[in-house]
């Protein structure tokens, strides 16, 4: 079964950046569209950003384009997400998923997710 792990969230003041690391182990994420999530408690998981097989195609939540990129290393086995200009409201559990279908900002489609990692963005 393909594991994901992500990596890299911390602690940014407003108007920092960070980027996460979405690294697949067992299997390769050469085949699988790849997607970013984030959620706080009380509220639904949200899709953020997403990106298709081999790069193909890229998508992003309105909330962060312009601020966000996301890309993948299918020789290195791992997505990243650059996070730029963040705000308080970025604060989240951020959550990498992969789907062996099409990019997707419903969480129920995705086939297979990390257990995510904290950023919290705060002063």
């Known amino acids: 079964q393909l594991q994901l792990v992500e990596s890299g969230g911390g602690l940014v003041q407003p108007g920092g950046s960070l980027t996460l690391s979405c690294a697949a182990s067992?299997?390769?994420?050469?085949?699988?569209?790849i997607a970013w999530f984030r959620q706080v408690p009380g509220k639904e998981r949200e899709g953020v950003s997403c990106?298709?097989?081999?790069?193909?195609?890229?998508n992003y939540a309105d909330s962060v384009k312009g601020r966000f990129t996301i890309s993948r290393d299918d020789a290195k086995n791992t997505v990243y997400l650059q996070m730029s200009h963040l705000k308080p409201e970025d604060t989240a559990v951020y959550y990498c998923?992969?789907?062996?279908?099409?990019?997707?900002?419903?969480?129920?489609?995705?086939?297979?997710w990390g257990k995510g990692t904290l950023v919290t963005v705060s002063s």
């Open positions: 990106i298709g097989t081999y790069g193909g195609s890229t």
């Open positions: 067992r299997f390769t994420l050469e085949y699988y569209a």
């Open positions: 998923a992969a789907t062996v279908t099409s990019c997707s900002d419903d969480a129920n489609s995705m086939d297979f």
